[in-house]
């Protein structure tokens, strides 16, 4: 039996692998169960013994992948270190990731797909509802940073110079977290069409969000 329940977890986790590729290269609407069972080498019984039809498979990649996948890049900012180091490395990190993870530059190409509008099925509605959910916690995750409640230990002294508020950007946290988002989907919509286009993977591909956020 425990076999089985792994043989199980192992389809389930082909095929949810299959649609994510399958949605981001050629659409969801354009994406049929039977191509996501053959892209994962099974059959489309094999789809629907775990998923009830497409929009069911669509909310499950969301959920699924949105923390798995982005996790490793946001835990850069829970890192030690000074803010304005800890968010060039994000950036800089979400570049790369961008470039050469391909199940991050898929989930982030599907994520920013807008082509759905609330008058879709509920599977459908639910997995926008997955993606408002994820980019709203982002949101707040950098909100939260910028305004110097993670890690404020690590920004410098607290002398009256004001070092010890040096890349917090106290005076709008949310202003400079909207833009750092807006940049973040901004590189997500270049890659989903040729990572090429993106700024370079280091500092220097990252100097102008960096100097909008920590002026």
Known sequence: MRRTAEEAAQTKAALLEAALFQFAE???AATKLADVAQ????TRGAVYHHFTDKTALYAAVIANSWDSVTAPVWAVLDSDGPVED???EFLVAWLRRLREDRHFRALLTITLNASYGPDQPEGISDGRASKSYGLADWLQRLETFLAGKRGGDGDGGGS?????????HTDDPSGAAAGILAWLCGTALLAATDPDLLPPSDASGVALPLRGALP
Do not use: F, K, P, S
Not at 39 to 42: I, S
Not at 160 to 168: E, L
């Open 39 to 42: 892209r994962a080498g099974l």
């Open 160 to 168: 009256g110079d004001g070092a010890g508020r040096r890349g917090t």
């Open 26 to 28: 050629h659409g969801v």
């Open 86 to 88: 800890r968010l060039r």
